[in-house]
């Protein structure tokens, strides 16, 4: 019974390359939360692999779920860019596409739509807040990876940049772009991440109090936290929080 009100609850979009996925709280929502998901992570990955969705649909949010592949959020595609990742959402898609349409389908909510992602997904809040003025009322990143210099032959960013040149320093360089951020910001990351070094919020969040130090932002750091959905949830929430407290 509850799977089929979850389904009379959903619905989707397909818009341009990317798959859009819309789930309803029980009454009127208050809010929208849109959720990205991190490289390779299939959209309903946040829901199902912690109680992030349920918590927020509690609290009165519509979701919005980002179906985003093998995306790192790109500003295009390259002529270096794997042929076989060309395919999946950029954030051109979501500027020109995604944005607009749900905003005329009245999913996305004035004043009251919220971002977050995890991982890849947490470099794309910092894209998408860099390019989007104020239509989101906040963002949380959490274990995002922003500083491109940490890794220069990460497979990621090699895959769709190309070779580590000065393409990775002035084209779609987070710490570059955080000066445009108007909205409060959310960073988390687990000092124990194996896969993403905690030092790319570290750097995103010293940054943001150098350049712009009257825009609200929270940096987290746990000592334990790792890049799991467990680290995920608990700070996801704790983003809600944050939100709520706006």
């Given at each position: 019974?509850?799977?089929?009100?979850?389904?009379?609850?959903?619905?989707?979009?397909?818009?341009?390359?990317?798959?859009?996925?819309?789930?309803?709280?029980?009454?009127?929502?208050?809010?929208?939360?849109?959720?990205?998901?991190?490289?390779?992570?299939?959209?309903?990955?946040?829901?199902?692999?912690?109680?992030?969705?349920?918590?927020?649909?509690?609290?009165?949010?519509?979701?919005?779920?980002?179906?985003?592949?093998?995306?790192?959020?790109?500003?295009?595609?390259?002529?270096?860019?794997?042929?076989?990742?060309?395919?999946?959402?950029?954030?051109?898609?979501?500027?020109?596409?995604?944005?607009?349409?749900?905003?005329?389908?009245?999913?996305?909510?004035?004043?009251?739509?919220?971002?977050?992602?995890?991982?890849?997904?947490?470099?794309?809040?910092?894209?998408?807040?860099?390019h989007t003025g104020r239509l989101f009322?906040?963002?949380?990143?959490?274990?995002?990876?922003?500083?491109?210099h940490l890794n220069t032959r990460d497979?990621?960013?090699?895959?769709?940049?190309?070779?580590?040149?000065?393409?990775?320093?002035?084209?779609?360089?987070?710490?570059?772009?955080?000066?445009?951020?108007?909205?409060?910001?959310?960073?988390?990351?687990?000092?124990?991440?194996?896969?993403?070094?905690?030092?790319?919020?570290?750097?995103?969040?010293?940054?943001?109090?150098?350049?712009?130090?009257?825009?609200?932002?929270?940096?987290?750091?746990?000592?334990?936290?790792?890049?799991?959905?467990?680290?995920?949830?608990?700070?996801?929430?704790?983003?809600?929080?944050?939100f709520e407290a706006l």
């Open positions: 019974m509850g799977e089929v009100l979850l389904l009379l609850m959903s619905q989707v979009l397909v818009l341009g390359s990317c798959t859009v996925e819309k789930r309803m709280p029980p009454n009127q929502p208050r809010r929208t939360l849109v959720l990205l998901p991190g490289w390779n992570y299939p959209r309903t990955s946040w829901c199902d692999s912690s109680r992030v969705c349920s918590e927020a649909l509690r609290r009165g949010y519509q979701l919005l779920l980002f179906e985003m592949g093998k995306s790192i959020y790109a500003s295009t595609t390259f002529p270096e860019t794997r042929p076989d990742w060309r395919v999946y959402p950029t954030l051109r898609t979501l500027l020109d596409t995604v944005f607009p349409t749900l905003e005329r389908e009245g999913w996305l909510m004035p004043e009251r739509s919220f971002i977050m992602g995890l991982s890849t997904g947490g470099r794309g809040v910092v894209m998408v807040l860099a009322r906040a963002g949380a990143a959490l274990s995002g990876d922003f500083d491109p497979p990621l960013l090699t895959g769709w940049y190309g070779r580590y040149s000065q393409r990775w320093d002035e084209v779609d360089n987070p710490l570059r772009l955080v000066q445009r951020i108007q909205v409060p910001l959310f960073l988390a990351h687990g000092v124990a991440d194996g896969v993403v070094p905690y030092q790319h919020s570290l750097h995103l969040y010293e940054t943001l109090q150098k350049r712009r130090p009257d825009l609200l932002c929270l940096l987290r750091l746990d000592p334990t936290g790792k890049h799991d959905f467990g680290f995920w949830e608990k700070y996801a929430i704790e983003a809600l929080d944050f």
